[in-house]
Every structure is written in structure tokens, then in C-alpha cells.
């Protein structure tokens, strides 16, 4: 157990107490989220400079998976927030850097404000930001605004004179509504709901260009996601092991006195053992080629070191879903196997770890990433690093 992982443990214990219980009555987690703000999560991976704990990437997906294990919907709620950190922390010095630093030191949550539903066509955005007199305003209309229900700042995706920008946006802003009407049937507490800009004004200073250079920015946001299945599958080992420890009742044709010493029901216990085992694997491995990507870029390697270094960290997040989330999504309908009808009770809420798998898989369908791959090994073509969602018509 890593450092981070043993300082943490008691609070993501903490923040998991009444998991079950929220998810059962959908009641949004503000509490557990300032929590874990007190207690220096949201800024674990900023610089020690800036009062962060200069946590690597290892460290952080570690952190992230342990907290889904008692939460996922905490875990994802977070993904924009650390995916943020670190776009800042690769960025090139320059005063807009050290401001978003410290407004993350000083404990700023960060959101999501990138999808939309509508006409706007794949790779653009009906979001915009016009001149006002001598003003900037926004106006547009997001969903999927994960985690921005919590969030302090919002970065919002939005089309600028025909090309795409990035602007940084309180929450608290005026003519900025946030409305939560995510409904899902996994993952219901990420806030994933919509966000409004009615004419809201920004600073010219908080308006950045897309940086169109390979980044490792697209393998980080889904190895978040990943992360957040694989904490799912350390919780369904975690809830059958539990339940079968505490299980009396049993079954005339079974092959033991008590569930506990059924060899058969071992085995369904190994078996989802196994499956966590591998999605850990598989997430360590996509981690790694991440953290030569991160890595590189920190050190200034030359731009053809880190494309290739990038390359390697989408490819292998890509193999890594392949293998995360059908080895998770099996073991969360498999864990019923381990008792009888007990086992489907409202009060347990096992049913949640294969609705939230589910729900969080989703987001980036594994068929394409497969075909990807296999158009890769076969024709040379480059794993997509960075995707998008919008009307193909």
C-alpha cells in the first residue's frame, strides 16, 4: 500500500460509509465532496510548490480506483477536477498557469461543461462566445456536466469566430445555472446533469485555443473512467466475499454444511477475484505507459519522443478497456451466484456495481475501440487520441 493510499484509506472509509444508503435514496454527496477537499484529496496531484503532494500517476489512478471501490460515483465525479490539474501542470509557465494553480491550492473544484445535445455537428460546438460592447459573453447549453454540481470552476468548450476555445467559468457566475437532471440508472450522484450560460460574461485572460499538440490528455480522461470500473470490481470481490462470510442459510443439493465452505461457491469467489486481478492489470499497464508520457513531457523530451510515448499510452488504454470492463461488467452478474434470492434484496444494493459499470462503460463504446486496435495492427493507422460526440447527419 502506497503512502497516499494509507493516508487516504480512512477518509474514502469515511466517504463510503453511506454509499449504499445514497445511492438507494439518490442523495447527491456535497457532504462526502467537501470532505475530501478538507482532507487535501482534490489537490493530492497539484505541485508540493503549490501545497499540493506532487502525486505521480500511479499514484493518483491508485487513489482513484481505492475510492471507487467505496464510491464511483465520487471517483467520476473528480475526473474533470484531476484531469484539469494535470493539463495545467504540463502547460508552459506563463501567468495563466500559476493563477489556475493557485486557485486549485487554495481548494477550487474543478467541472465539465464539454457535451451537448443538439444540432451541432461532430467536432463543433453551438456554445459560443461573442463580443459584447467590451465584453466577452457565453451563451450555450451542456450536458453530461460531470461533477460540475460540486465544482467551484467549470471549463466550457465553445465555438469562438469559427474555432473551438476553452473558458474558465465560476460556477457561482451570474446567468450560469446548473440543473440536475442526470438520469442515468448507474452512476446517478456525478452530477452528470445540464449546464446553461445565459450571457455570461468572461475574461479575455480565461479564454484559451485548443492546443491541437499530441497530448496524453485523451488516455488520461479514460483511464479515469477505467479506474473508477476496476474500484467497481474490487467492491463486488469486497460485497461476496462479505456475503458469503455471514451467509447460514443454504441449499439441500448443495456440497457443504454452510455457503462458506461450499467449494462451489469458493469458486465463484476465486473466479471474481481473478477478474478484478486482471482489470487491476490491465489498468497498472495503460498507467505506466502513461506515466512515460507525463514523464516526458515534464522533462522537455523532443516533441518526436513524446508523440511516440503518447501513442503508446492511447493504444494501451485502449487494449486496457477491452479488458477492464467485460472482466468487470462479468463479475458484477456473477456475484449473485454466490447466494439465493437474499441476494437480490433492495437493502444490499448489489444490483448498483453492474448498473454503474454499465453506465460508466458507456461513455466510450469498446467496439470501436477494438476495431481501432485492430485497424492499427493491421493497416498502421494511428489509435484515435482524443474523440468527440455531436449529429453526423
Known amino acids: 500500500m502506497s503512502r497516499l493510499v494509507e493516508r487516504f484509506a480512512p477518509v474514502f472509509d469515511e466517504v463510503g460509509?453511506?454509499?449504499?444508503?445514497?445511492?438507494?435514496?439518490?442523495?447527491?454527496?456535497?457532504?462526502?465532496?467537501?470532505?475530501?477537499?478538507?482532507a487535501g484529496f482534490t489537490r493530492v496531484s497539484l505541485p508540493r510548490e503549490f501545497g499540493g503532494d506532487g502525486a505521480d500517476q500511479r499514484e493518483l489512478f491508485e487513489l482513484l480506483a481505492e475510492l471507487a471501490r467505496r464510491?464511483?460515483?465520487l471517483a467520476q465525479l473528480f475526473r474533470s477536477h484531476f484531469s484539469f490539474i494535470d493539463r495545467t501542470?504540463?502547460?508552459?509557465d506563463s501567468p495563466t498557469r500559476t493563477r489556475r494553480l493557485r486557485l486549485l491550492a487554495d481548494g477550487a473544484i474543478h467541472g465539465n461543461a464539454t457535451f451537448e445535445k443538439g444540432p451541432a455537428k461532430v467536432g463543433s460546438y453551438a456554445t459560443r462566445i461573442t463580443r459584447d460592447g467590451d465584453d466577452l459573453r457565453l451563451d450555450g447549453?451542456?450536458?453530461?456536466?460531470?461533477?460540475?454540481?460540486?465544482?467551484?470552476?467549470?471549463?466550457?468548450?465553445?465555438?469562438?469566430?469559427?474555432?473551438?476555445?476553452?473558458?474558465?467559468?465560476?460556477?457561482?457566475?451570474?446567468?450560469?445555472?446548473?440543473?440536475?437532471?442526470?438520469?442515468?440508472f448507474g452512476q446517478r450522484l456525478t452530477g452528470s446533469g445540464t449546464t446553461v450560460f445565459e450571457g455570461v460574461r468572461v475574461d479575455e485572460l480565461d479564454v484559451v485555443e485548443r492546443d491541437e499538440a499530441p497530448g496524453h490528455g485523451g488516455a488520461f480522461v479514460q483511464l479515469v473512467l477505467l479506474a473508477t470500473v476496476a474500484g467497481i470490481g474490487r467492491a463486488v470481490v469486497d460485497d461476496a466475499a462479505g456475503y458469503v462470510r455471514e451467509r447460514t442459510r443454504g441449499y439441500s443439493h448443495a456440497t457443504a454444511r454452510t455457503p462458506r465452505e461450499d467449494p462451489i461457491v469458493q469458486e465463484v469467489v476465486g473466479e471474481l477475484s481473478a477478474?478484478?486481478?486482471?482489470?487491476?492489470?490491465?489498468?497498472?499497464?495503460?498507467?505506466?505507459?502513461?506515466?512515460?508520457?507525463s514523464d516526458a513531457a515534464l522533462a522537455g523530451a523532443p516533441a518526436s519522443e513524446r508523440e511516440e510515448l503518447v501513442a503508446r499510452a492511447d493504444l494501451a488504454t485502449a487494449r486496457a478497456q477491452l479488458v477492464v470492463l467485460p472482466n468487470v461488467l462479468r463479475a458484477a452478474t456473477e456475484l449473485f451466484e454466490v447466494g439465493g434470492a437474499s441476494a437480490v434484496g433492495a437493502s444490499l444494493a448489489l444490483d448498483r456495481h453492474w448498473r454503474n459499470a454499465r453506465t460508466v462503460a458507456s461513455h466510450n463504446p469498446a467496439r470501436y475501440k477494438a476495431r481501432i486496435i485492430g485497424d492499427h495492427l493491421v493497416n498502421g493507422t494511428p489509435v484515435v487520441s482524443w474523440w468527440t460526440n455531436g449529429e453526423t447527419s
Open 17 to 38: 460509509a453511506d454509499a449504499v444508503a445514497r445511492e438507494r435514496e439518490r442523495r447527491l454527496p456535497f457532504a462526502e465532496v467537501e470532505r475530501l477537499r478538507e
Open 71 to 73: 464510491d464511483p460515483n
Open 89 to 92: 501542470r504540463h502547460a508552459p
Open 141 to 184: 447549453r451542456k450536458f453530461y456536466s460531470t461533477g460540475t454540481l460540486y465544482a467551484d470552476l467549470v471549463s466550457v468548450l465553445a465555438d469562438r469566430d469559427g474555432e473551438p476555445v476553452s473558458v474558465l467559468v465560476r460556477t457561482d457566475a451570474e446567468g450560469l445555472e446548473r440543473i440536475d437532471d442526470w438520469d442515468g
Open 275 to 293: 477478474a478484478s486481478f486482471a482489470a487491476d492489470a490491465a489498468l497498472a499497464v495503460a498507467v505506466d505507459a502513461l506515466q512515460a508520457a
